[in-house]
C-alpha cells in the first residue's frame, strides 16, 4: 500500500530544506491542477520500495487556509480532495506563536497529524526552553524536534509519520472556542453537516461560521439552509461584537497564547537577536538604500559584466561558435599573433590617414573605424567594417575607400588571418564538429543547413544563456534563503507598487537591462502572482544588450550620433513600464485577485551551499526543458523561412539566399503595410523587425547603414521604438511562456507588448510629423484617439478586490 | 480614533479593534494581529512607507494604508 503525506508549514519555516533531507534526488516538479502554483512530489528516501511507497507532497507555504490566496486555497483544496494519510506540519521553533496559527487549522481537518518543530538549535542557542511533551499532549498529536538543516531528528520524524499515516486514526482537534461560539459550531453542524464522516465536520462548520464562499459553494448548500445558519453566526457576532471571521481568528490565537505559557520559556526577553543587529544597519532609514544599491552593482557586475558575459561568451563564441582554447592556453600567443597581424596588414598609414579624412568629410562610421585602429583592436575594427566598409567605398565617389588597401577576399572578410587551432590547445566549437562530421558523410546541403543553422544553432540559443543563468540564480537563491530578499521588497515598496508591481520587480527589471532571459527567470522570486506577471510582461521593454546595437545603429546613421538617442531608450523602457503598470493594474485581468500587503521579514540565515545549488538547477532545468521547445523550434522555423525562397520563380534551398526572395522576405513584403502608419512600411524594415524575434541583434544585420538612405529620422526613431518595445526575442519568449506557465498569459503579455509598441511607435510618428511636416490627418486622429484613451486609464480611479475570483478545479 | 498609522516608533501599542473587511483583514489577523495583541513599532521604510512592526515575536511589515485598518488604544 502506498502511503501519501502531505508537508505543510509557514513560508521561511524550513519547508523545503525539509523535503530536500527526505526525499533527496527523487523529486518531481510539476503544477497544481489548474492553477500555476508549483506542486512539488518526491518519495521518501529509504523507506519506499516498489509495492510500499510513501510519498511526499509539498504544500506551498502557507499563513493560514483562508479562501483569499490561491496558495492557502490550492493546499485546503488538496487536503479536502486528496485526504493525505497524514501531514507533518513543520513550525520553526524560534517563531511558535504565529506557526502555531496554521497548526490550529490543520488539526481540525480530522487528518493525522505530526508537528515537527525546527530551527531548535537556534532556540537552545537562544537559551529557550520548549516542553514538546506538554505543547504534544495539548495539541493532541505528536510533536518532535528536529533541525532541518543538520538533518537531526529527519528519522525519527519520518518514522512517526509513517507510523501515524499507517494506524489511520483520525485526528481530533483539542482546542474549542468560546461558549457561544461553540454553540453556534454545533448547531451548523446539526443543521447541515450531520450525514458528513464525523472526522471532516469540525473543520467544515467553523469555515461555514467563518461564511467561507468556497466552502459553501463546494457543499452546495440551498439558500433556506444558508439562512437558517446565518441566524446562528449573526447572534454569536452580536453577542462577541466582531465578525466571524475575525472573532475565530482572535479565538485561535487566544488559544495559543493560552497554551504556549505553560510550554515554552524565552529567557532573554528584550535581548537583541543577530537579524536585529544586522536590521539595524540594512534597513536603517538611511544607510538602507546605500546598502541596497552596493548589492545590485555587485550582483548587476558579477552576473551581468563579468563572469555572466564571460560564461555567455564562451557558450555562443566557443562551446556553440567555432571553438576555444582550453583553459586560456594559447589565447594570449593566438591574440599576440592577431595584433601583429593587424599592425602589419591593417593598421597601414594610408588606411589611418583616409579615415581621418573620412572623419572630417563626416561619413557615418569613419569614427568609429579611426577610433578601432588607434586603440589597435582588431575586432571591434573588423566588425566596424563589416558595417560601415561599403558606405566608405560609395560616398564622396569612393575618396575614402579603404577596401583596397585592406587584405580583403572576395566575400568582402580578412583573409590570412591567424588561425586559432594553431595556437596552444584548441577545442573546436559543436557546429564545426557537426559541420565535419556531416562533411564526411557527404550530406545534402539543405539537411546540412538544418542540422547546423537550425537544430545545433537553435539549441546553443537555448543552452547560451545557461551559464549566466546559473551565476544570476546562485546569486538569487542566496539573496532569498538569507533573508535579504525580503528586506529588498520592504525598501523598495513605495516606488513600485504604484505601478501594480513589488518592491522585488527591481531585481528582475536590472538584470533586464543585460539580457531578458535571466531578467523575466529572475521574476521567480515574486510570491504574488498578480505582481509577478506584471513583473514579467513589463521587464523586456527596458533595452537589454542585443538592442544596444540597433540603439547604436539608428542613432549613427539617422541621428549622427546624437548624444540623447540612447538614454531616451532607456526613458522609453522606464517610460513603458511605468504606464504599462498603472493602465494594466486597472484592467479585469489583474484587478480580480487581492495582494495581501502584508508582509514576514524573516530572520536572517546563512544559507547551506547544498540548498542554493539545488534551487539554481531547479530553474535552470526548468528553463531548458520549458522554454527550450518554444526557442528551438522558432530558430528552425526562421531558419528555414530564410534559406528555402523563390528565385526566378522557382522554389529553391539557398544557405546564402537574398534575404528579399526568402520566404522570410515573402511574407514580410506581405505585411509591410501594417507599419506604414509607423512611418517604416518598407520590406527591409519589416523584415528586420521580424528577423528580430531571433535575436534583436539580427536587426543590425539585416539593415547595413545605407539602407536609411531616403527615411527620416522621425520615422527611424518610430522603429527603434517599436523595436525596443515590441515582442522580445524567442529566448525571452520562451522564458515569458516558462514563467507565466500559462499559454493565455504568455500570448496575452506577447500580444500586450506589440500592441503597445505599435501605439507608442503610432503617437511618435504620426504627432511628431506635425513638427516635421508630412501631416497625415487620419494617422493623426488615430493618434491622438490612442493618446487619449492611455491618459484616461492612467487616470482613472484604481479598486482593489476583495475576493478571489480564481475557481480552482476541485480534483486533478 | 488612535491607528497603528499613527503610533510613533519604538512605541509598543495594544490592538483594540481591526476595520475593515475581507481579504486584507483576514490577512492581517492571520499574521498574528489581532484584538488585544501588542504591537511594538520597529521603523519606518527608507522610503517613508511601509513600516517594521513586531508582532507576536517576529517582524512584520505592513504598508501605512492597511495600518490604518488597524485601532490602537
Known amino acids: 500500500m502506498s502511503i501519501k503525506i502531505a508537508l505543510a508549514g509557514n513560508p521561511n519555516s524550513g519547508k523545503t530544506t525539509l523535503f530536500n533531507a527526505l526525499t533527496g534526488s527523487n523529486q518531481f516538479v510539476g503544477n497544481w491542477p489548474g492553477v500555476t502554483v508549483e506542486k512539488k512530489e518526491g518519495k521518501i528516501k529509504g523507506h519506499s520500495s516498489k509495492d510500499d511507497e510513501v510519498i511526499l507532497v509539498d504544500l506551498p507555504g502557507i499563513y493560514s487556509l483562508s479562501p483569499y490566496t490561491l496558495e492557502e486555497v490550492v493546499s485546503r483544496n488538496f487536503l479536502l480532495d486528496e485526504k493525505p494519510n497524514a501531514i507533518i506540519n513543520i513550525i520553526d521553533g524560534s517563531n511558535l506563536e504565529r506557526n502555531l496559527y496554521l497548526t490550529t487549522q490543520l488539526v481540525e481537518l480530522g487528518i493525522p497529524v505530526i508537528v515537527a518543530v525546527n530551527m531548535m538549535d537556534i532556540v537552545r542557542k537562544n537559551g529557550d526552553k520548549l516542553d514538546t511533551q506538554k505543547l504534544s499532549k495539548e495539541l493532541g498529536c505528536e510533536v518532535t524536534e528536529i533541525s532541518a538543516l543538520k538533518s537531526e531528528g529527519i528519522n525519527d520524524l519520518i518514522e512517526k509519520a509513517i507510523r501515524v499515516a499507517k494506524s489511520g486514526k483520525k485526528m481530533v482537534a483539542q482546542h474549542s472556542f468560546e461558549g457561544s461560539v461553540e454553540h453556534a459550531l454545533a448547531h451548523i453542524e446539526e443543521a447541515v453537516l450531520h450525514d458528513m464522516p464525523e472526522s471532516e465536520q469540525r473543520f467544515l462548520a467553523i469555515k461555514l461560521f467563518e461564511r467561507d464562499d468556497k466552502v459553501i459553494e463546494r457543499l452546495n448548500l440551498d439558500s433556506r439552509i444558508i439562512s437558517h445558519i446565518e441566524a446562528d453566526i449573526k447572534n454569536c457576532e452580536d453577542e462577541l461584537d466582531d465578525d466571524s471571521e475575525s472573532i475565530i481568528t482572535s479565538e485561535r490565537y487566544a488559544y495559543i497564547a493560552s497554551i504556549i505559557g505553560s510550554c515554552y520559556t524565552k529567557r532573554n526577553k528584550g535581548k537583541l537577536t543577530v537579524t536585529d543587529k544586522i536590521d539595524k544597519v540594512v534597513t536603517n532609514r538611511w544607510l538602507a538604500l546605500p546598502i541596497f544599491a552596493i548589492v545590485m552593482i555587485i550582483v548587476y557586475y558579477v552576473s551581468v559584466s563579468t563572469v555572466g558575459t564571460w560564461a555567455t561568451d564562451w557558450a555562443n563564441d566557443g562551446l556553440f561558435g567555432d571553438g576555444w582554447h582550453l583553459f586560456g592556453i594559447g589565447s594570449s600567443q593566438y591574440d599576440d599573433a592577431v595584433s601583429e597581424y593587424a599592425e602589419n596588414e591593417v593598421f597601414l598609414p594610408e588606411v589611418k590617414t583616409a579615415l581621418e579624412g573620412a572623419n572630417e568629410a563626416g561619413i557615418t562610421g569613419a569614427d568609429e573605424l579611426l577610433a578601432a585602429a588607434e586603440d589597435k583592436d582588431f575586432g571591434a575594427f573588423e566588425e566596424a567594417y563589416g558595417s560601415y566598409g561599403e558606405e566608405l567605398a560609395v560616398k564622396e565617389n569612393g575618396k575614402y575607400d579603404i577596401t583596397p588597401m585592406l587584405p580583403i577576399d572576395e566575400e568582402g572578410e580578412f583573409s590570412d588571418t591567424p588561425d586559432p587551432a594553431d595556437y596552444g590547445v584548441w577545442v573546436p566549437g559543436i557546429p564545426v564538429l557537426v559541420e565535419n562530421g556531416l562533411v564526411a558523410v557527404n550530406c545534402a546541403d539543405w539537411l546540412q543547413g538544418l542540422i547546423l543553422d537550425g537544430i545545433v544553432g537553435g539549441v546553443g540559443a537555448v543552452l547560451g544563456f545557461v551559464p549566466q543563468m546559473i551565476v544570476l540564480f546562485i546569486f538569487l537563491a542566496f539573496l532569498e534563503a538569507c533573508g535579504y530578499m525580503a528586506r529588498i521588497a520592504f525598501i523598495m515598496d513605495r516606488i513600485f507598487r504604484k505601478f501594480g508591481l513589488s518592491g522585488k520587480s527591481f531585481i528582475p527589471m536590472l538584470i533586464g537591462s543585460g539580457c531578458g532571459v535571466p531578467g523575466v527567470m529572475a521574476s521567480r522570486t515574486i510570491e504574488n502572482e498578480r505582481d509577478r506577471r506584471m513583473t514579467i510582461m513589463t521587464t523586456t521593454f527596458i533595452p537589454c544588450g542585443a538592442k544596444l546595437p540597433i540603439i547604436a545603429l539608428i542613432s549613427a546613421a539617422l541621428f549622427n550620433g546624437t548624444w540623447w538617442v540612447a538614454p531616451s531608450a532607456y526613458f522609453l523602457g522606464i517610460a513603458a513600464i511605468i504606464v504599462s503598470g498603472i493602465m494594466l493594474k486597472k484592467t479585469k485581468m489583474f484587478a480580480g485577485d487581492p495582494a495581501p500587503f502584508v508582509m514576514e521579514l524573516p530572520a536572517y540565515h546563512m544559507p547551506t551551499v547544498g540548498n542554493i545549488l539545488r534551487s539554481m538547477w531547479e530553474r535552470a532545468s526548468s528553463f531548458i526543458k520549458r522554454a527550450g521547445t518554444i526557442i528551438l523550434l522558432s530558430s528552425i522555423i526562421i531558419w528555414a523561412g530564410s534559406c528555402f525562397g523563390i528565385v526566378d520563380g522557382i522554389f529553391t534551398f539557398s544557405a546564402d539566399m537574398e534575404l528579399e526572395d526568402s520566404i522570410l522576405g515573402i511574407v514580410g513584403n506581405a505585411i509591410c503595410w501594417i507599419f506604414s502608419p509607423l512611418g517604416f512600411g518598407n520590406i527591409k524594415a519589416t523584415i528586420a523587425t521580424i528577423m528580430g524575434l531571433v535575436a534583436k541583434e539580427e536587426v543590425v544585420g539585416v539593415f547595413g547603414v545605407l539602407d536609411f538612405e531616403g527615411m527620416t529620422s522621425l520615422a527611424g526613431y518610430a522603429f527603434l521604438a517599436f523595436n525596443l518595445l515590441c515582442a522580445p526575442c524567442f529566448a525571452a519568449i520562451g522564458a515569458i511562456r516558462r514563467e507565466m506557465n500559462n499559454p493565455k498569459w504568455t500570448a496575452f503579455a506577447i500580444a500586450y507588448q506589440c500592441v503597445f509598441a505599435y501605439a507608442v511607435s503610432l503617437m511618435i510618428y504620426q504627432i511628431g510629423s506635425i513638427f516635421t511636416g508630412g501631416l497625415n490627418i487620419i494617422g493623426l486622429i488615430a493618434a491622438i484617439i490612442v493618446a487619449a484613451f492611455i491618459i484616461y486609464m492612467l487616470v482613472k480611479p484604481y479598486k482593489a478586490a476583495d475576493k478571489l475570483t480564481l475557481k480552482t478545479k476541485a480534483k486533478a | ?73
Open chain 2, 1 to 73: 480614533m488612535q491607528t497603528l498609522k499613527d503610533a510613533v516608533i519604538g512605541q509598543t501599542v495594544k490592538v483594540k479593534r481591526l476595520h475593515g473587511e475581507g481579504a486584507v483583514k483576514r490577512r492581517i489577523m492571520d499574521m498574528g494581529i489581532t484584538k488585544g495583541v501588542d504591537v511594538h513599532i520597529r521603523k519606518v521604510a527608507p522610503l517613508g512607507d511601509p513600516i517594521e512592526v513586531t508582532v507576536r515575536g517576529y517582524e512584520l511589515s505592513i504598508r501605512k494604508a492597511d495600518a490604518e485598518m488597524i485601532e490602537i488604544e
